[in-house]
């Protein structure tokens, strides 16, 4: 077997992303995809086998890629840190039915995935490894950092920055900002499921509500 490509991590978003990796490689066969995961108790998994991080490495095909499907963005740096030391290329996964409205001012970084009906509008910057589920989309003149999160529908408006490791909940949506003055989402900082974000976010904050406030401690 010439090529193996992983899907790294076998939960319920990598069983997602699975069929959308298998249709970006039409012409090869079911055995060529395979899914790593050091925690799972199963050795088959819809199909494919699932294998230990050690044996992906030790798999004799010549050319190995792998996609990281894991919503911690913490563990996603660590996994894409060790895939980059062991020579093993990132995957970028994209759903045949993501539209991009103009490629030219669209700057996509290495690792991405977009589920279905992602919608990336214009003059959008995004960083390594970021993750876009179903029905997400980002519009005008925003910058997107490494290792964010957006959970599905979620609506980034124009004028927006949202740094390194944020999490963006399902059905969350963010008001847009001015090209004076972007919203800014800060790093690590995490946005509810369905809050209503009007004004900037602290970096490592937890917001949640409509309009989202902080969340108490």
């Known amino acids: 077997m010439s090529q193996l490509l992983g899907v790294y991590g076998a939960s319920g978003f990598g069983r997602q992303i699975m069929p959308l990796l298998k249709l970006q490689y039409p012409d090869l066969d079911i055995s060529n995809f395979v899914f790593i995961d050091d925690n799972s108790d199963s050795t088959e998994l819809n199909g494919h086998k699932v294998l230990t991080y050690c044996d992906f490495l030790e798999h004799p095909s010549i050319d190995k890629k792998a996609t990281i499907a894991i919503a911690n963005s913490q ?47 214009v003059n959008i910057k995004i960083g390594k490894f970021f993750h876009a589920n179903t029905y997400s989309y980002i519009s005008h003149d925003c910058i997107i950092g490494d290792y964010v999160t ?8 124009g004028n927006i920055h949202i740094h390194d490791h944020a ?39 937890v917001v949640i509500g409509n309009p989202a406030r902080p969340l108490a401690r």
């Open 75 to 121: 563990v996603r740096e660590l996994l894409s840190n060790r895939l980059a030391a062991d020579n093993i290329r990132n995957i970028a996964v994209s759903s045949k039915t993501v539209v991009v409205l103009d490629e030219d001012t669209v700057e996509i970084s290495e690792g991405s995935i977009l589920c279905s009906h992602v919608c990336l509008k």
């Open 150 to 157: 957006f959970a599905p529908r979620v609506s980034c408006n």
């Open 167 to 205: 999490y963006i909940g399902t059905g969350a949506i963010i008001k847009q900002g001015t090209p004076d003055k972007p919203l800014v989402i800060g790093e690590g900082a995490i946005v509810g499921m369905g809050a209503v974000v009007t004004k900037s976010v602290p970096a490592g904050a």
